[in-house]
């Protein structure tokens, strides 16, 4: 059965992208001829073309959108000429699987579908929720452009492939696809790359505890939520016995670490960008507890974040908002204020601070959950299982 298949990503570079590189050296290994198609990187996946580990990658360049809508549909502009340009350099395929967002690469998939190939649809975010969560403009014209988008996507799909399932249930109900075409891969951590190393004490700045957030940093993250909740963690808790380490970037870095002056949280609350994996893991086994401030809305409740995934991976204790999926992924490894509260965020986060033993109680669970039921071996079988049945389809 393997054959020759080109993954499609348009909003990070790979092998960056995490989730797409599993699945890139999953079929790599199961016998399949992998190429994919993704933007270039600031700092790494600078290369206009590599082969990295047997997988073939074209890059291409793409400014980040800035100022609203407008700016994305600058962008998706540019990449979707850029993706259907190297889409033909690479020729054709068996397998074209498009990752979202946005939901526009259905429009290359069609073009390789009339060659022959099988299109599967990975789903790693519901645009329309995406858009609702984003930008706060209601359901406007522009939100019935993105519905209709997403609908488009479902129809020229073959197999859809979602992360949890609450997705799943969106394709079958909102989407239409009949159940036996869509298959749950769920994103879990390398667990090869997630190992606790010695906890390096000048890490947390002089502090006798270190609070840890890894992650994108866009307006729907909740960055600016655990920012006003450590105030508070402070201000009303009366705590200055901690430092926090916000890890990562995205379209809203600039605005917290401005955030973060405002509410008096320079000197507590250090900003590193993207990090290699190795500083990563260095902050990841010093802290004491790790921060999920995703807010409740229709995006987050019904997705699986990343993040509390790696948390669980490096057996760290999570303090989260109570949303739906939340609970499914941590379990008992984490514990859930009120969705949006963050006084009781910070007062959780407080009460972990001061019980050692729970900590290590709920980082036990949460890595028993990453190696068991929600580890990557998994999801790779389904991953495999569905580009089977979009073959015979």
Not at 6 to 34: H, Y
Not at 357 to 366: D, P, S, V
Request: hydrophobic residues 40%; charged residues 25%.
């Amino acid at each position: 059965m393997p054959g020759k298949a080109l993954i499609l990503v348009e909003n990070l570079s790979v092998p960056f992208d995490r989730r797409v590189w599993q699945e890139s050296t999953t079929l790599r290994d199961a016998g399949w001829e992998v190429h994919v198609i993704c933007p270039q990187g600031t700092k790494r996946d600078t290369e206009a073309e590599a082969v990295v580990d047997g997988v073939h990658i074209y890059r291409y360049p793409l400014k980040a959108a800035t100022g609203g809508p407008a700016g994305y549909l600058q962008e998706y502009g540019s990449a979707l000429w850029h993706t259907l340009r190297l889409a033909r350099k690479v020729g054709p395929v068996d397998v074209v699987h498009a990752c979202n967002p946005p939901d526009l690469l259905y429009l290359v998939a069609k073009y390789l579908k009339r060659q022959g190939a099988k299109f599967i649809f990975d789903q790693h975010d519901l645009c329309p929720e995406l858009y609702l969560s984003r930008f706060d403009r209601g359901q406007d014209l522009l939100y019935r452009g993105v519905c209709a988008l997403e609908r488009a996507t479902y129809r020229a799909a073959d197999v859809v492939i979602s992360t949890n399932e609450s997705y799943q249930q969106v394709a079958r109900i909102r989407g239409g696809k009949k159940p036996e075409d869509v298959f749950v891969v769920r994103s879990a951590p390398v667990v090869e790359r997630f190992h606790e190393v010695p906890a390096e004490p000048e890490l947390k700045k002089g502090k006798p505890y270190l609070l840890a957030y890894l992650g994108v940093m866009g307006p729907q993250d909740g960055v600016d939520y655990a920012l006003r909740a450590l105030a508070k963690l402070r201000d009303e808790v009366g705590r200055t016995d901690w430092h926090a380490v916000f890890v990562g970037s995205g379209d809203a870095f600039d605005d917290m670490v401005a955030l973060s002056a405002k509410l008096g949280l320079a000197n507590q609350v250090e900003f590193t960008g993207r990090i290699s994996d190795e500083d990563l893991v260095r902050y990841l086994s010093t802290a004491d507890v790790c921060l999920s401030p995703d807010p409740l809305n229709p995006l987050n409740d019904v997705s699986t974040m990343n993040k509390v995934m790696e948390y669980m991976a490096m057996s760290k204790p999570i303090v989260s908002f109570e949303l739906r999926e939340a609970r499914v992924s941590a379990g008992d490894a984490a514990v859930y204020a009120p969705a949006n509260d963050e006084t009781e965020f910070a007062a959780l986060v407080s009460r972990l601070l001061d019980d050692p033993e729970e900590r290590i109680r709920m980082g036990k669970l949460g890595q028993a959950r990453v190696a068991g039921p929600l580890s990557w071996a998994n999801s790779a079988r389904n991953l495999l299982a569905a580009y089977e049945h979009a073959v015979k389809s």
